[in-house]
């Protein structure tokens, strides 16, 4: 576990079918989160993924991140 700030940038990297998105060109295009407070980030090496925990407008979200 770690803190991601406020302010930082993040996108789901991993699509419908659980493939990691890699590709400039699709990265562009996804939206994008300026957390609007610090978040949690959870990753565990060598696992399958991970994420970005934050709360916004009275609720949890989540950041999928590989």
Same mark, same amino acid.
């Not at 989160?33 to 565990?44: D, E, G, S, Y």
């Given at each position: 576990?770690?803190?991601?700030?406020?302010?930082?940038? @993040?996108?789901? $990297?991993?699509?419908?079918?659980?493939?990691?998105?890699?590709?400039? /060109?699709?990265?562009?295009?996804?939206?994008?989160?300026?957390?609007? $407070?610090?978040?949690?980030?959870?990753?565990?090496?060598? /696992?399958?993924?991970?994420?970005?925990?934050?709360?916004?407008?009275?609720? @949890?979200?989540?950041?999928?991140?590989?």
């Amino acid at each position: 576990m770690d803190w991601s700030k406020k302010g930082e940038v @993040f996108w789901n $990297n991993v699509n419908d079918e659980g493939e990691i998105i890699t590709e400039d /060109s699709i990265i562009d295009k996804l939206p994008k989160v300026t957390l609007p $407070n610090n978040a949690v980030f959870i990753h565990q090496l060598e /696992s399958s993924g991970g994420g970005v925990i934050y709360f916004n407008k009275n609720k @949890f979200n989540w950041i999928q991140q590989e």
